[in-house]
């Protein structure tokens, strides 16, 4: 089963939502730790300064076995401060003069704390001493022979001159609880940022994801022939669009099927209405219900018919060979006059049986256009043949042409018959439009229009109504072209 967007899109967050909490996490505990860190062994200086200070100001007498004070006052001072460094930061400490007697605090602390007592290393305590008396300090974090440990010490000074050393020394685990409880903390609060993350993050991905499901839902039943269900146009910009394009799509394939299938049954009744003529009156003659005297005219009624059903066939392959027919136009400069002349010539018999009035208005005696002679002929049939069967009895047939620019040429066939609702206007040139659209039932199928509009567009022209008060006027243009040498020359 392939996965869903939805699915997807939270996997890819949540990973980026985990990369990014990981590494904001990383960055605070270290950042903490560091800092404690730091803080700890300021506190750590600072009290190793302390205790220099005690040291420097106290007169000092002889040093006692294993814990010697100078005085009664100053061993119980310096014991109490040396006692609450360990009490606060397990600590030990041990201050050296520079005859290298010692005062120290840290036997029976080592005594009561194994992790200092692992650590403690002579060798390195004894560098670090010889380094502060020489006037500097030390503040370090060094991995001695049993472990991490931090060093802090200073010189304790006396009139400008050192007098001796302070170093305090505790395990790296001891420095190290001070933060170890951030792990904790840092990682609760990971937890709950990336929950409340994830809870927003799939709110959204629902909202993004549902339109989609929606569209594909929607399309699954337009491929099963129901056009009519629209997705509601909301979401973000490309989110919207697509629901849009959607919709406009299903309108546009319920408006085609719509068509089709009123062509179809437009279609079924010109095809139904000869051929019930022609079965109707053959029967006749098989059966005797007509005389034989009336034959040849029943004869002419079902050719009439044949050729009318001959002619709405014709008509439809023709419409399907332009369609998909990529071949090139057999492009000719000719007089776009003299072809309205010759059309007008081979619908006389139309014309007269009528009584139209014919009226040709050209602005140039010779107008040549550069286009396919026999498809701009079947375009002004078809126009003809509509202007024809559309206008009344004693009525008006104008045919101009002009020039739109200099690179165009516009061909006008109007009448002042029925004319063109406004309404149908917009789909009047649409393939498999109706005759019954326009309030002509029975007059044609429409694909006389759309025959004209695909021949035009192959020549990369227009055709269009133009407005009029009564009758319709139809125009379409043609590339304008310099008359023939053969042409000039007369």
Sequence with gaps: MRPTTFSRLM?????????????LMGIFYFTMRDAQIESRMDALKAQAYDIAYLAATT?????????????????????????SVYDEYSAYCMVVDRSGQITAYFLSILEENTDLRAAFDARHI??????????????AQDQGAN????????????????????????????????????TAKVALAALLTALVAGL?????????????????????????GDFSHRVPETGSREIYDLAVAFNTMSGKLEETEQTRRDFIANLSHELRSPMTNIRGFLQGMLDGTIPTADYERYLGIVLSETNRMTKLVTSLLNLSRMENDDTALSLSTFNINELIRLVLIAKVNQIEEKGLDMQLQFEEDSSFVLAD????????????????????????????????????????????????????IPYIFDRFYTADKAHTVGQGTGLGLAICKTILEKHHQRIEVLPRESGSAIRFTLQRAKAPLAEVAK
């Design 11 to 23: 996997l890819v967050f949540m990973l980026v939502i985990a990369l990014c909490v990981a590494l």
């Design 59 to 83: 007169e000092t007498s002889r040093l006692e076995t294993a814990l010697g004070l100078p005085t009664t006052s100053g061993r119980e001072m310096m014991r109490h401060k040396l006692r």
């Design 126 to 139: 004894v560098k670090t001493l010889n380094t502060v008396l020489s006037g500097r300090e030390v503040v």
């Design 147 to 182: 472990g991490p440990m931090f060093t802090v010490a200073v010189p304790w000074i006396r009139n400008d001159r050192v007098m001796g050393a302070v170093l305090i020394q505790t395990a790296a685990q001891n420095v190290r609880s001070a933060y170890e409880g951030l």
């Design 200 to 224: 927003l993050i799939l709110s959204y991905t629902r909202r993004l994801s549902k339109p989609l499901r929606e569209i594909a839902d929607n399309a699954s039943s337009m491929a099963a």
């Design 373 to 424: 002679h026999d498809q701009i002929e079947q375009v002004l049939i078809n126009l003809m043949d509509n202007a024809i069967k559309f206008t009344p009895h004693g009525g008006r047939i104008q045919v101009l042409t002009c020039a739109i620019d200099t690179a165009t040429m516009g061909i006008t066939v109007q009448d002042n018959g029925i004319g063109i609702l406004e309404q149908d």
